[in-house]
């Protein structure tokens, strides 16, 4: 089946262009050594599920169809098992859809290249069928429909199994888990085969649950030089907890000939999060210190100690009592590293992802000590805009996150 397509209708079809250049099905090459190039998608899409795995094998190659070979009878089985037919109920493509074959002639695994030539067959794919849930088995497909919009470190599978990733940009419920290659190495009925059978049974539970309906989050968020308003109106409100978060000029606030607080949000509802500017004057700093210390108010935070520093050396306040840490929150439901930041539990619980590229680069500095660039968006009006609305979605988040984990642990 070489040549079956010409380069100008390969380009049209399958190609993007990145700061590195073009991916396509061309500069990838990978379809002129196959038998069946670019496997179609496969499968009856009944439950509306789609599967995602890595690549095709030698059988998928021979036969122009996903799931052929020994991974494929592994998944049938353990899909049969809680009552799903792989390709009546599901439909079925790979992260690359023409086989990578190596040296020898054997079956290799795809390269991150090979990957994001095929990522818009993917994308589109996911677009034309509009699946309930999206389960992603492997690396390759996870690299190929979060790697993309992930810009942090993707990390492997392990960090990403078992979560159920309500993506707003696909309307469907992401859900990573291990390759049924990786669970045919794995003894027969080891724990990590039991944890395979649990996340796909999670997985198909999802298609009978309603996408969430979420609001834009920066709706949510109040941006105001009204300082003293915001902390008198808290205050009168008295709510039971109140998420807050700071954005400064650095990690530590030692030195405080340059560093200071820039602005700082709140949250006391799921909704709605106020963002203002640092207090400067001697009366908007009493009441952030009343807030801040008031006994019937519990304070919530992702990275609690940042905060409670901050406040102590530059504003001489100790916030009290401190009743929730969603970074300490997300450590003690799940032990895995590289989970407890609050953007990656924001993504994966709520699919928010991306707010804060506008603003992070401007957070780096050469080290702990040092200022970072915060100074230059305050500088710009509309700059501090974005920056404070990035300040507000954390507080809002950081809430969210905290109900949510408080109830998990049986503290609601």
Known sequence: MRGFFDKTNVIQQVSYRSEKGIHSCVSCGLYREVLHPRIEPYGE????????????????????????????????????????????????????????????????????????????KVISAIKRYKPKVIILLGNAPLSSVIGHKWRRSLGGITKWAGWAIPDRDFQAWVCPTFHPSFIMRQEEENETRIIWRSHLEQAFSKAEEPFPDYPDEEDCVEVTNDTEGVLKGLIKQQPEFLAFDIE??????????????????????????????????????????????????GKIAANMKYEDTWMNVIYGISPNPWKFDTVLGAHILDNRQGITSLKFQAYVHFGVVGYDEFVSPYLKSSSSYEPNEVKRLVQ?????????????????????????????????
């Open 248 to 297: 400064a000029t650095g990690l530590k606030p030692y030195n405080k000939d340059v560093h200071e607080i820039v602005c700082i949000s709140f949250c006391a509802e799921h909704d709605k999060a106020y963002c203002v500017p640092a207090p400067k004057t001697e009366k908007e700093i009493c009441l952030l210190k009343e807030l801040l210390e008031h006994p019937k108010i």
């Open 45 to 120: 899409f009944e439950k509306k599920v789609m599967i995602i795995g890595e690549a095709p094998g030698e059988e998928e190659d021979k036969r122009g169809k996903p799931w052929q070979g020994q991974a494929g009878r592994t998944l049938k089985l353990e899909l049969c098992r809680i009552g799903v037919n792989l390709f009546k109920d599901c439909i079925s493509l790979n992260a690359i859809n023409c086989r990578p074959v190596d040296k020898n002639g054997g079956n290799r695994p795809p390269t991150e290249y090979e990957i994001s030539c095929c990522r818009l």
């Open 380 to 412: 710009d009006p509309e700059s501090f805009r974005q920056l404070m609305i990035y300040c507000g979605m954390d507080s809002l988040l950081t809430y969210r996150l905290a109900e949510l984990q408080m109830k998990e642990l049986s503290m609601l």
